[in-house]
């Protein structure tokens, strides 16, 4: 075997290995958070990462008996799921237009989507507030799936727009051939295409709404309206703090959203890297 050959191989070899020493980094932080609070939820004293000694239920019990989660997460389960079907709808019909039609304006539709990526949050909280009082909606379901519907527009809608990016446009022409308008090769031809690259923004934005803390506890003070992330705020006292109870309300709202990404994870995959073909 020529030098060229030794020293290529040995440089291969020495990329795969620091490949998998990040990727073993990478899954160290990624994975410690929420191992740290499984194990402590069933501490008597929550903390370190030694196993528990004994095992205490008390606090899964607690928040099933005593503080209902159960109402908390189905409210979690109702905003969440009908603010990510409103805004996926619409986002997803804008996104068609930005990528395959030419209009004056175009542009600057696009970067009024990109420009509320870098609005925080907490900055725009006092004029929402202000709507849904104006609107009497304050303290209901509907304010905040009113919220949620335009908060993770932008993300939806650069992935969608991505993904309506690398289908044919000879696809949309033999339908408009055929006699289909905008509307019908919208929906028969170019929406059953784009499932993978909906879903993922729809996934996106669920998972964005459903861990969503700050609106949830603004516009919502009826503890039967509250979703889980508001639930949590509950657990802090004046003098204490239920720790346990804490933890155990935390793996059982992250819970849905693990096993979510795990069941959809080749559709979320097969969306990004075919969207990252065209911008």
Not at 176 to 191: K, L, M, N, P, V
Not at 201 to 218: K, M, P, Q, R, V
Request: charged letters at 10%; proline letters at 4%; a positive charge.
């Amino acid at each position: 075997m020529s030098k060229s050959k030794k020293t290529a191989r040995r440089h291969g070899a020495a990329g795969t290995i620091l490949c998998y020493l990040v990727m073993f980094i990478v899954l160290v932080v990624s994975l410690y958070p929420l191992i740290w609070v499984f194990i402590s939820s069933f501490k008597e004293v929550p903390g370190g990462l030694g196993l528990p000694h004994p095992w205490k239920f008390d606090g899964y019990i607690s928040i099933f008996t005593k503080l209902n989660i159960g109402a908390y997460f189905a409210n979690s389960l109702f905003i969440t799921t009908l603010s990510t079907a409103i805004s996926t709808v619409a986002v997803t019909m804008a996104a068609y237009v930005s990528a395959r039609m030419n209009f004056r304006g175009k542009g600057l539709v696009t970067l009024m989507f990109a420009s509320t990526l870098y609005v925080p949050s907490i900055s725009i909280s006092f004029p929402i507030y202000r709507m849904m009082s104006s609107f009497q909606l304050q303290d209901t379901r509907a304010a905040v799936i009113f919220v949620y519907s335009g908060l993770n527009i932008a993300i939806t809608y650069f992935v969608i727009r991505s993904y309506f990016l690398t289908i044919p446009r000879e696809m949309e022409e033999a339908a408009q051939i055929d006699g289909c308008g905008y509307s019908q090769t919208f929906w028969r031809i170019i929406f059953p295409l784009a499932k993978p690259g909906i879903a993922t923004g729809a996934i996106l934005a669920f998972l964005n709404n459903w861990n969503e803390f700050y609106f949830a506890s603004l516009l919502l003070t009826s503890k039967s309206k509250m979703t889980i992330p508001a639930l949590l705020g509950q657990f802090k006292g004046t003098y204490s703090m239920d720790r346990n109870g804490m933890f155990s309300a935390i793996v059982v709202s992250v819970l849905p959203t693990i096993l979510l990404f795990c069941a959809c994870s080749k559709v979320f995959i097969k969306s990004l890297t075919a969207g990252a073909v065209k911008g």
